[in-house]
């Protein structure tokens, strides 16, 4: 049935024709970790970049999570050509060290720079392989598009004990 799904997008134009995607989720606005810091990361980052001397262009996506990642993709299928990785922004603000999960190639450059960049900072994190459970990286890294896409979060999703409850709340 035809209908509408809503998602925001701001692109931020830098010199050269590739961009970076940095891309979070708005489905669950209750839940503080696993959607809401998402949200607030997003924004910062959005902000951030838009002051910066940009060689590259920069894609940030807030949709739904998994149906909106997958409607945008459609939309804008010629245009993911352009995206040379990004990354997803979820469950930020956990009690938890930083995670990693790196994306479906495992050695892609964002997979090695942001590695380094935990070492070189002393930053206590964790490293997880990429596998096709998940936020939307499954989708942007999918068979047709195949957007090497990394998750950044504090306490991953699935894997602390207020995920997906009522729980997950700014207390």
């Known amino acids: 049935k035809n209908g509408y799904l809503t998602y925001g997008e701001k692109k931020i134009k830098g010199k050269s024709k590739y961009e970076f995607l940095i891309s979070t989720y708005c489905c669950h606005p209750s839940l503080a ?3 809401l810091s998402g949200i607030v990361l997003w924004i910062l980052l959005l902000r951030w970049i838009k002051q910066k001397n ?5 894609r940030f996506v807030i949709a739904p999570e998994t ?3 997958i409607a945008y993709l459609s939309k804008n299928e010629s245009e993911m050509k352009k995206v040379l990785g990004g990354f997803i922004l979820t ?3 956990g009690p938890r060290n930083i995670e990693y999960k790196k994306s479906f190639l ?3 450059f964002l997979d090695e720079i942001v590695l380094k960049k935990f070492d070189e900072i002393g930053l206590d994190y964790k490293t997880h392989n990429f596998d096709i459970n998940g936020s939307d990286e499954r989708q942007f890294s999918s068979p047709f598009y195949r957007i090497p896409i990394g998750p950044i979060c504090k ?3 699935y894997e602390y004990d207020n995920y997906h409850t009522s729980k997950d709340n700014l207390d």
């Open 33 to 35: 970790n696993d959607n």
């Open 54 to 58: 940009r060689k590259h262009n920069y």
């Open 67 to 69: 149906i909106g990642a």
């Open 91 to 93: 469950c930020v603000a």
């Open 106 to 108: 495992g050695n892609h």
């Open 155 to 157: 306490s991953k999703y």
